[in-house]
């Protein structure tokens, strides 16, 4: 398989990363290393040596285990790499005293998605949120910074400029924060409109959710004729776009969300929980998956974002799984997929394979959805009648009786509620005249 190598940036030459994980014994260090390599990668740093040590904790002070940094720093000097990229997050602590062990700049696991992040937004409320996510990373770290700094500059005098800088440089950042989650709300009740705006017009709503990299974009393009950009890289998609397409005359919409990864920085969660809510106000999640991975590596995936989307508040949203990358996959492998999932269509956004199969798919699903439904509206209660036509769902007959208009029309299950005080059974003439 050859990788799509991100071009460093120009005249800059790429950085080369070490990396580090330690996972508890029985951990599955392959799949850990591979996602850290993935995410190293996407960020423009080349691979060029790695250390696992199993253990229950990471030392608190030094990450790995004290007797295992010496043998560290020598892999790390042996490999030549300029940065250590760490498989969690750090404490400070441990941060400066991997750095002081060997001398190098210590890169965790969030600072490393921060960064991709920062690489990739493009949109104002992209490079808001990264920008809040950066910050609420460094404000609890200031004040081990300056000590280590004070440290360093040594001791009486130092102190107290250095204390009261840090007090400016907090206040100036905890500023900052509050400016950004001012600009973020405004931005998202824009957003929030728009949506409305879509709803009012009733036209039904698919997310495509899934982990980063299996192929949503290229589902999203394939599906609607879209040209969003697609790598083969992490995250390459930070802004929600929507798009729509038609099968049997009917509008669909289709949103393209951010990839779930597992252990998202919290930071993030609460910046791009904004981004997913474009994932929550659909009417149906398309849970994309990359069916060419090893078994194991894909029940990750899946179980990782089941447990995001429930994390968001999305648990109760109906979701279908779909497996992509169906093109890379042998006979064999087909059937044992459709065995473990016989519901699951099996798809190649790249090919087409599967996508007539799969617009149907959202089509039945949809029409599952809505109810026939008999509805006696008095005279005297027109608002009824326009709020039932702004739904914009087929009305199928109207006649005028005694007792108001008598319209048989197909609802949204969800709608059918808010009209449940004029519902009536069949042809609806003898209920209306006992009421
Ligand atoms: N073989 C094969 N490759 C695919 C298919 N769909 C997508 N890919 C490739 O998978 C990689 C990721 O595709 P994207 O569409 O960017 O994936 P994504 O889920 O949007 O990724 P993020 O935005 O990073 O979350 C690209 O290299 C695509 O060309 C498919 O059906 N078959
Ligand atoms: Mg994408």
Same mark, same amino acid.
């Given at each position: 398989m050859t990788l799509h190598q991100p071009s460093p940036a120009p005249g800059a030459e790429p950085e080369h990363g070490f990396l580090l994980a330690v996972l508890p014994k029985g951990a599955d260090a392959e799949s850990e290393l591979a996602e850290l390599r993935e995410l190293a990668r996407t960020a423009g740093v080349v691979p060029v040596g790695e250390m696992v040590q199993h253990r229950d904790q990471p030392d608190r002070r030094s990450y790995v285990g004290k007797g295992k940094l010496a043998g560290l720093e020598d892999a790390f000097v042996a490999s030549g790499a300029d940065v250590l990229l760490v498989d969690g997050e750090l404490e400070p602590t441990q941060q400066r005293t991997l750095e002081n062990a060997l001398d190098a700049r210590v890169v965790d696991r969030t600072l490393l998605i921060l960064d991709i992040f920062a690489q990739h937004a493009v949109s104002a409320e992209g490079k808001l949120q990264v920008e809040l996510a950066q910050l609420e990373y460094q404000l609890p770290r200031m004040r081990g910074m300056w000590r280590h700094l004070e440290r360093l500059g040594g001791g009486v005098g130092t102190r107290g400029p250095g204390e009261s800088q840090l007090e400016t440089d907090r206040r100036l950042a905890r500023r900052r924060v509050s400016q950004l989650r001012e600009r973020l709300r405004a931005l998202r009740s824009q957003r929030a409109v728009r949506r409305k705006e879509r709803s009012r017009s009733e036209t039904p709503t698919v997310a495509l959710a899934g982990y980063t990299n299996v192929g949503k974009s290229t589902l999203l393009n394939a599906l609607t004729g879209a040209d969003v950009s697609i790598e083969n890289r992490l995250f390459e998609t930070l802004d929600p776009t929507t798009r729509d397409f038609d099968h049997d005359g009917k509008r669909y919409l289709v949103t393209d969300t951010v990839g779930f990864i597992r252990r998202l920085p919290t930071q993030l969660v609460e910046g791009f929980a904004s981004t997913l809510e474009e994932t929550l106000v659909a009417d149906l999640v398309l849970h994309v998956v990359d069916a060419s991975l090893p078994e194991d590596?894909?029940?990750?995936?899946?179980?990782?974002?089941?447990?995001?989307?429930?994390?968001?508040?999305?648990?109760?949203? #109906?979701?279908?799984?779909?497996?992509?990358?169906?093109?890379?996959?042998? #006979?064999?492998?087909?059937? +044992?997929?459709?065995? +473990?999932?016989?519901?699951?269509?099996?798809?190649?956004?790249?090919?087409?394979?599967?996508?007539?199969?799969?617009?149907? +798919?959202?089509?039945?699903?949809?029409?599952?959805?809505?109810?026939?439904?008999?509805?006696?509206?008095?005279?005297?209660?027109?608002?009824?009648?326009?709020?039932?036509?702004?739904?914009?769902? #087929?009305?199928?007959?109207?006649?005028?009786?005694?007792?108001?208009?008598?319209?048989?029309? +197909?609802?949204?299950?969800?709608?059918?509620?808010?009209?449940?005080?004029?519902?009536?059974?069949?042809?609806?003439?003898?209920?209306?005249?006992?009421?």
């Open positions: 590596a894909m029940h990750e995936q899946i179980a990782a974002v089941d447990a995001v989307l429930a994390d968001i508040g999305g648990g109760e949203l #109906p979701v279908e799984l779909v497996l992509n990358k169906a093109d890379r996959l042998d #006979p064999l492998a087909r059937r +044992r997929l459709a065995n +473990r999932f016989p519901q699951a269509l099996q798809i190649s956004a790249a090919t087409g394979e599967g996508l007539d199969a799969l617009r149907g +798919r959202i089509a039945d699903l949809f029409a599952d959805r809505f109810e026939d439904v008999r509805l006696l509206v008095p005279y005297d209660e027109g608002r009824v009648l326009s709020d039932l036509y702004a739904l914009g769902a #087929p009305i199928d007959d109207r006649s005028d009786t005694e007792h108001g208009v008598l319209i048989r029309a +197909r609802l949204p299950h969800r709608e059918v509620r808010r009209f449940a005080a004029y519902l009536v059974a069949g042809d609806g003439l003898e209920t209306a005249a006992t009421t």
